[in-house]
């Protein structure tokens, strides 16, 4: 049989490290399907949605730190998956969308689904380009995987048009580019060294561009050596054992007081692995520009240092090849029984470990406690966006070996996916993934996948019947006045069960633990549905959790 471009996409996946791919089919593709007919090295999942499809890849390219790879079938396809393309770019995580496109001859002619991904997603892409000349292929699709992991990491789209896939390709010709690693001097690491020796209340903060175990290992090494409170960014609650002394906790997008006094009396900011945008500057206000805070900012890409922020040291470098030059060099430095005390406050005052501060009547609170006395040592967590997720965050205490998967943009829908996508990674470990009742059915269709799938995935839906979020900010602005924000929802238990997965319900506080005991017992997919007052319990909660220190 000739050996066909699709037989060569296929090989370029594999190239590059590609294990799984996610997909909604289209008939603009079918020569890749057959390419992946009966092959064991690389799993085509097939799912319900393009955005959910997207979503997965975004997630499991967090998972490897390798590009996430989904197909997608021409416009309709593309566009579905728009979401993916925006939290990619957003997040800066590599993503590879493969499109199939119309055939070369009706190229340009607005064939019908025919689209220019380079223009339709202008903005969003750091690349786009189009599989029409094999002898080019190999060339093309390497230099896709690079850029999407190059620099700034991002979404990447390849068209493949449809007749283009059945020609004869050269066999053995996939390769692989590579990504240039931006790595840390030793006389770099000595000028931040004697900047932090120089300060009296540095912190860490750290964003979620390296996320491997090494790293990780590493960081606390770091943190422990030059005795440096650590901050992180959003949804990267799982960079740093919550339960260290050196721990000062997660931003997030409401900057909690708590926060903006620790931010306040910093003096010098080690921002690393993060671009340092809105949400870990706590919306540009931090580190101040009046000379009287400091800035290291170590990023792989040196376009994204010094845009908004003047720093005083830049290193373009990955996170943690800047933790490893750190690491090298001896510090003297240690910290004072005051700031640790600081860093203790901004601790307490984020977190709710103590079930005591949870108010009676809040059953989301209560159920996700309940869940927290449940949570293994290397679980994966997903939070999907919306107020119920500001719960799991303060109360669940997470360690290196977990690993936290959320949309740190705040992108509604990626809870499910996400679950899917580590259930999928780490058969055998445990996968909770929390939702709204919102968020749950923009993307719970893919409980449908993860029930195909046979998967262990126990998905907590917090259902009340709003879009709790939005709601929160119209009573704050327009109180009394709820608009458009009222949601009538099915019986998710039963709707879980319709899909052959297990369902369970939470009304009463008090049923928390032993429903949850229950539940937890049940392998397969898990439905856990627990039921609230959207005026009730969360937002006069969260509005007490926020007290000012
Ligand atoms: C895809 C997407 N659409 C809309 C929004 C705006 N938005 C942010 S939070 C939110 C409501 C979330 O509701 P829900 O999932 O029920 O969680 P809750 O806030 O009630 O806990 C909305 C609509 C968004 N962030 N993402």
Redesign the pocket.
């Known amino acids: 049989m000739t050996y066909r471009v699709a037989d060569l996409v296929v090989d370029s996946l594999l190239a590059h490290e590609v294990d799984r791919v996610y997909s909604i089919p289209g008939e603009s593709f079918l020569p890749v399907l057959d390419a992946l007919y009966g092959r064991a090295d690389v799993d085509l999942v097939t799912c319900r949605h393009e955005g959910s499809a997207g979503l997965a890849a975004v997630a499991d390219a967090k998972l490897t730190g390798r590009p996430g790879v989904f197909f997608v079938s021409r416009g309709p396809g593309a566009f579905n998956a728009g979401?993916a393309l925006h939290v990619a770019e957003q997040e800066a995580i590599p993503l590879v969308m493969f499109i199939g496109q119309v055939d070369t001859p009706n190229l340009g002619r607005g064939a019908v689904q025919e689209i220019d991904a380079s223009k339709a997603f202008a903005g969003t892409l750091k690349l786009a380009v189009r599989i029409d000349k094999p002898e080019r292929a190999a060339e093309e699709l390497a230099r896709a995987f690079a850029a999407a992991r190059n620099g700034t990491p991002g979404p990447v789209a390849v068209e493949l048009p449809e007749d283009v896939l059945s020609w004869a390709a050269a066999e053995g010709s996939a390769r692989v580019h590579g990504c240039a690693e931006a790595g840390c001097s030793v006389e770099a690491a000595a000028e931040c060294a004697a900047l932090i020796l120089e300060a009296r209340r540095p912190v860490l903060l750290v964003g979620g561009e390296c996320r491997t175990a090494a790293f990780r290992e590493d960081l606390v090494k770091l943190s422990e050596r030059w005795q440096l409170p650590v901050m992180v960014g959003n949804k990267c609650q799982d960079q740093f054992p919550n339960g260290h002394p050196l721990w000062a906790g997660q931003l997030g997008f409401f900057p909690h007081p708590a926060h903006v006094k620790f931010f306040s009396e910093v003096d010098l900011f080690v921002v690393i692995g993060s671009r340092l945008g809105d949400v870990s500057s706590l919306g540009y206000a931090f580190p101040r520009q009046d000379g009287s805070q400091r800035l290291i900012h170590v990023y792989p890409d040196a376009n994204q240092i010094g845009r908004q922020f003047k720093p005083e040291k830049a290193v373009v470098s990955s996170a943690h090849a800047f933790v490893q030059a750190m690491s090298s060099l001896a510090s003297t430095r240690s910290i004072d029984d005051g700031r640790m005390d600081k860093v203790r406050a901004t601790r307490e005052a984020t977190t709710l470990w103590d079930p005591e501060r949870i108010p009676s009547a809040d059953v989301?609170g209560h159920a996700v406690t309940a869940l927290a006395a449940h949570l293994s040592e290397d679980a994966v967590v997903t939070t999907?966006?919306?107020?119920?997720?500001?719960w799991v965050h303060r109360i669940f205490r997470l360690q290196p070996q977990n690993r936290l998967l959320g949309?740190a943009?705040?992108?509604?829908?990626s809870g499910v996916p996400s679950g899917l996508s580590a259930a999928l990674r780490y058969p055998g470990r445990q996968v909770l993934a929390f939702?709204?009742?919102?968020?749950?059915l923009?993307n719970g269709n893919e409980l449908a996948t993860a029930v195909a799938r046979k998967l262990d995935l126990k998905v907590i839906v917090?259902?009340?019947g709003?879009?709790?979020?939005?709601?929160?900010h119209q009573q704050r602005n327009y109180p009394d006045r709820v608009s458009g924000?009222d949601?009538s929802n099915p019986d998710f238990s039963k709707l879980a069960q319709a899909h052959g997965a297990h369902g369970f319900l939470i009304e009463r506080a008090e049923d928390a633990a032993r429903i949850i005991d229950e539940a937890m017992q049940v392998r397969g997919p898990v439905l856990i549905e627990v039921r609230s007052e959207?005026d009730q319990g969360?937002e006069k909660s969260v509005a007490a959790m926020r007290a000012p220190v």
């Open positions: 979401i989301f999907d966006s919306g107020n119920f997720a500001g949309s943009c705040g992108a509604m829908g939702c709204g009742d919102g968020g749950f923009m917090s259902n009340n709003s879009y709790g979020t939005i709601r929160t924000t949601l959207a969360l």
